[in-house]
């Protein structure tokens, strides 16, 4: 059986998450190899799950469909979807006997009613955690409004401070941003003239 290593951490940021992908391919080849599995193909994406659309997703199922692997080894399956359409998307690839393996370390799975059926859980939950994540954010983001806090990166002309946790206007930028407010509110200029 070829099997195609997928890794992947939800932020494109380098400094974000910097060694998840690196930990993942070094324990996932570790994995393989104890279990004499036979790789074919490494992809890494730095893309969130939570949308389909991921070009390197989208590319193992690719290489499936055209028989150039028969299973894919992933740390868990919330690397693979945290969305319902990519998750459906693995879930009709084994019903039609196209992926015929799935090999996680850190979650059982085969290819049978009581397989799928955990599977699906799994992504279900990765759903429900990406979907829940949200509404948790947006209340946190609600309240700060209603504390009066800027609920997020400070605009040009203020700062973030770390340590108060609100914003401080930035004396090197504020002048600035006030003239050309000062300016485009006199009519004589555009947004584009004063840019």
Known sequence: MR???????????????????????????????????????????AKTAKEPGRMKFAEMLSLIEK???DGIIAWHPDRLARNSVDGGKIIHLIDRGL?????????????????????NIAFGQSKYFVD????????GLRQKIRN???????PVGYLNNPKTRMIDIDKNKASKVRKLFELYATGKYTLKSLA
Do not use: H
């Open 3 to 45: 099997y195609i290593i997928y890794a992947r951490k939800s932020t494109e940021e380098d400094d974000r998450q910097v060694l998840s992908i690196e930990a993942q391919l070094v324990e996932l080849k570790e994995f393989a190899a104890k279990e004499k599995l036979e790789i074919v193909a490494s992809l890494c994406e």
């Open 67 to 69: 028989g150039k692997a």
């Open 99 to 119: 992926i015929k393996s799935l090999k996680f370390p850190t979650f059982w799975f085969e290819p049978t009613p009581q397989g799928l059926f955990m599977l």
């Open 132 to 139: 829940n994540l949200r509404e948790n954010v947006k209340r």
């Open 148 to 154: 009066g806090v800027w609920p997020g990166w400070a």
